[in-house]
C-alpha cells in the first residue's frame, strides 16, 4: 500500500513562491495519475493541477501559468512548484494518487497548510 506525505507548506507573502513535494512510500512509477488537490475554509476540495506518468498535465484555470506539476518517478515524488502566490491561494493541500487527470483516486496524503499574506 503507498502512503503519500506531503511538505513544503508554510506562510508566504503575496506574489511569492513556495514548493510542496509529496513524497510515496512505495513506487509511483505505477500510478499513472498524480495530482494536487486543496481545501479553502468553507469550500469544497477542488483540483489544483495533475499529471500522467507521461508527463500530460492538467491545471485548474486559477493556477495556470503560475503553478506547475512534476514527478520524478526515480525519487518516488511528485512536485507543485507555486509561483506568484495570492491570498486566495490559501488552503490545505493535499496529494492525490489513483484517479484521472480531471478526478481523484483514493490515495491521499495527510495535507499541508499553504497561507498567503496579502
Known amino acids: 500500500q503507498v502512503q503519500l506525505v506531503e511538505s513544503g507548506g508554510g506562510l508566504v507573502q503575496a506574489g511569492g513562491s513556495l514548493r510542496l513535494s509529496c513524497a510515496a512510500s512505495?513506487?509511483?512509477?505505477?500510478?499513472?495519475?498524480m495530482g494536487w488537490y486543496r481545501q479553502a475554509p468553507g469550500k469544497q476540495r477542488e483540483l489544483v493541477a495533475a499529471i500522467t506518468s507521461g508527463g500530460s498535465t492538467n491545471y485548474a484555470d486559477s493556477v495556470k501559468g503560475r503553478f506547475t506539476i512534476s514527478r520524478d518517478n526515480g525519487k518516488n515524488t511528485v512536485y507543485l512548484q507555486m509561483n506568484s502566490l495570492k491570498p486566495e491561494d490559501t488552503a490545505v493541500y493535499y496529494c492525490?494518487?489513483?484517479?484521472?487527470?480531471?478526478?481523484?483516486?483514493?490515495?491521499w496524503g495527510q495535507g499541508t497548510q499553504v497561507t498567503v499574506s496579502s
Open positions: 512505495g513506487r509511483i512509477f505505477s500510478i499513472i495519475y
Open positions: 492525490n494518487g489513483g484517479g484521472g487527470l480531471s478526478r481523484p483516486g483514493s490515495l
